[in-house]
């Protein structure tokens, strides 16, 4: 259809919006905006969770009008709405106050402890029941081995049964003076009982299935099989003097243990005696400065990091998970990159590129994409199973009659290998892209001089590619610190008995199962009996993983940087 | 463009005097109609000189396209031999050919030998790598290696798996006072390689092929990303080494050819069509077509 040409309207002549760009512009820029925020807001979440939650926060004592009185930390307060056969039930006083505040009312969750005494950590008090609310100078925090906290105050100090001290402050500063003494002895103790015990008990142990072995291949009625015994029946009366003697000082431990006793009394007036042994930690609350808090803060923080467990893995330290999470790690990368980078180089430097390989390529690439579940099921069904079955029967036969899995049962080395397994695909794709990067020319120039392929790759290629392995290096533990569900099924328990790398020979202990920091935090969440009180040290131990990455990372980054650095003569 | 009509004028200016005799058609046309090799117009001069590098009816393929076509031609001994020609003539591939890098690629396939000093390049028995190790290469851009200048010189002798520090000392020095570098880099040999002027590079990465001791060094355009001013440097070390070392050289750059070369072989489609002594192939070329590229005409 025709159409008569328009006149030109200078006032009018401008571009669309969008062939100018400026919705693109706030749409791109929104989003990596919006990608910023969700990180940022992640981290700040778990920082300011995970930050707080060992700072000894005050104690409050709430007194009810019904003249029950209540001593605790404020874990929560929240305001909610009475429903209308709540309100009828109310005394007149109290419903006139939630009326005037508008139907609302507030409710406080207090840890009132003393779990032994009144069978729950935590109490909800609503605001209208809240008769009065003071902060007693003398209440006292006391962190205790076995269930949980204790909110009381000092009524006395009993050494042998005796009573020195009768109030507060008297009995505070007996406890102070006794408390270290204490928890040495306690170090000292469980020393003896768990690893000195232990490691008599072991050789008895190790005796005994040389013994098995030696029956199992050469009969009961061989020279060996005497022999055998005759060592075992050595070891174990070593043993039992051993653990005779043992005994003896964990006897007198246990009794100077037993002579000191702090008495308490709780908010409602009942008497509790806690033998110093039991009290890992005790402060009161409402007297402590400044200084006071954060000495309390950072000793916390040094339990965390340096202790083992309690209480279900609610309380105590992370210690064991730390360090099988970066000695899992470790291993990782050191399973991972070397066999990464071989099977890269292979792809990209000596395979001939056509069909066969492209198809490779595109598997390894898929490989990245599979549900980390299933290299969990891979691992437990081939290293498990098979690789570590097949160990116990060969090197382990004592083991094996007795039905006890050696290597046939989830442990470091074989959730490292899952793991490599898991991130082997990031590493080449690293590699070979790396690989790909090194210009042509390089090679040329190396072959020019008469250096074979091995020395060109060796001497010009590897070394150039390095900075992009360690990229691939990076990421593979970025992926693999954080990695849980498959950890499960081939080796992290709730509870490891002995870390990986000990004293004893030979050192590593490959074969161990061990914690995970990524498995403690789901095992936190999910399987703690004490939730409420578990729930903070999900955040804590998550900023803690998160710490560690980063940490990895820096490390790993610090190292490229150093490589590009040297090669590019800066 | 311009150096070429720059040559152009210049041969006009010189050559209007000289110009005894009218260049002939050589049949290069004919040659490449009928697929077929042609026979190379070499001057009497060239013919008697001693060989380092012998090439006899040498043929190349890249799958099925044929690029060399039956290539007679000898490299003078302690002279510099160019290369030119128009764009995919195959001088690059010819010079390749020398050191085997054309190996590298694996479609290529090849008839014919070329001899280095009498032994035969190509064959089952030839070492490759010994092969390389008695020729230096130097490629159009520079290639130095991700290492310090010093391990970049002393490259060669480190992969032949000389260690004594002294010998490599000696070499690297040697190396690069041939290169003209010595000087400029004995302060910082512990450096990176990867930095400095692309002309340094250059030459950096020549004095690494004088540093095996080559018999034959070959330059594959080694000028073509370097400015003027580290051409001009280039091309004088290509007079100092000449004599020391037999240089074959590939150019785009005629002016470089007339200046740095003693000798000149014509290329053309995959054909060598004129091979004789630099001054006359430039002022009275004997075959037409190479008169037409060495004025401007084409190419």
Known sequence: MPQAPRPARPGRRRSSLFARGEPLVWLTGGSL????????????????????????????MIERADGRKFLGEVAKDETFRPGPERLAELPPGARASVEAAGGEAGRRMLRTGNFDLTGSHYTWLHSYEIERETRPEWAVVVERLAWGRFYGFPRGFLIDGEAVATDAEAAWARFEEHHEEAVERRARLRDLETHEVGRSKRRVDAARLDRLEAELEHGRDSAEWREADAAYRDAEERSRAEVEELNVEIGELRELQGRYVLVLETADGAKKELPLSEIVRAYPANRLGLGDSIAVYVSRWWEFLSDDPREANSEGGVFPAIFGTVIMTLIMSILVVPFGVLAALYLREYARQGTIVSIVRIAVNNLAG?????????????????????IDETFYPAQVEEKRAVFGTGGVLWASLTLALLTLPVVIVATEEALAAVPNSMREGSYACGASKWQTIRRIVLPRAMPGVMTGMILAIARGAGEVAPLMLV??????????VDGTFPYLHPERSFMHLGFHIYDLGFQSQNSEAAKPMVFTTTLLLIGIVVVLNVI????????????EGR | ?????????????????????????????????????????????????????????????????????????????????????????????????????NDLIPIVRTEGGILLNGDPIYGGGTDVIELRKRIGMVFQKPNPFPMSIYENVV???????????????????????????????KDRLKESGLGRSGGQQQRRCIA?????????????????????????????????????????????????????SDQTAFMYLGRLVEFGPTEDIFLTPHLKETEDYVTGRFG
């Open chain 1, 491 to 500: 080796g992290a328990v709730k509870l490891a008995p002995d870390l990986a």
């Open chain 1, 370 to 390: 599979v549900p980390s579940i299933v290299f969990g099921v891979f691992g437990l069904g081939f290293f498990i199973y098979i690789v570590g079955g097949g």
């Open chain 1, 556 to 567: 790993a980054i610090t190292v490229r940087g150093r490589l590009l650095r040297a090669q």
């Open chain 2, 1 to 101: 463009m311009r150096e070429e009509g720059d040559v152009h004028a210049d041969a006009g200016e010189e050559t209007s005097a000289r110009r005894h005799r009218p260049s002939k058609p050589s049949g290069v046309f004919e040659a490449v109609a009928q697929d077929e090799a042609f026979v190379t117009h070499v001057h009497e001069a060239t013919k008697s000189l001693d060989a380092v590098v012998e090439v006899r009816g040498f043929n190349l393929w890249y799958g099925a396209k044929q690029a060399l076509y039956g290539i007679h031609m000898t490299v003078p001994r302690g002279q510099v031999t160019a290369l030119i020609g128009p764009s995919g003539c195959g001088k690059s591939t010819l010079l390749r050919c020398v050191n085997r890098m």
């Open chain 1, 33 to 60: 905006v919006l990608c910023v925020v969700m990180i940022v807001g992640l981290l700040a979440l778990v920082l300011a969770h995970g930050l707080g939650t060992f700072w000894p926060g005050d104690v409050v």
């Open chain 2, 155 to 185: 490259y060669p002798l480190r992969i032949d798996g000389v260690r004594d520090r002294s010998v490599l000392d000696e070499i690297c020095e040697k190396s690069l006072r041939g290169a003209g570098l010595w000087e400029e880099v």
């Open chain 2, 208 to 260: 690494r092929a004088i540093a095996g001791e080559p018999e034959v060094l070959l330059l594959d355009e080694p000028c073509s990303a370097l400015d003027p001013i580290a051409t001009g440097r280039i091309e004088d070390l290509i007079q100092e080494l000449k004599g020391t070392y037999t240089i074959l050289i590939v150019t785009h750059n005629m002016q470089q050819a007339s200046r740095s």
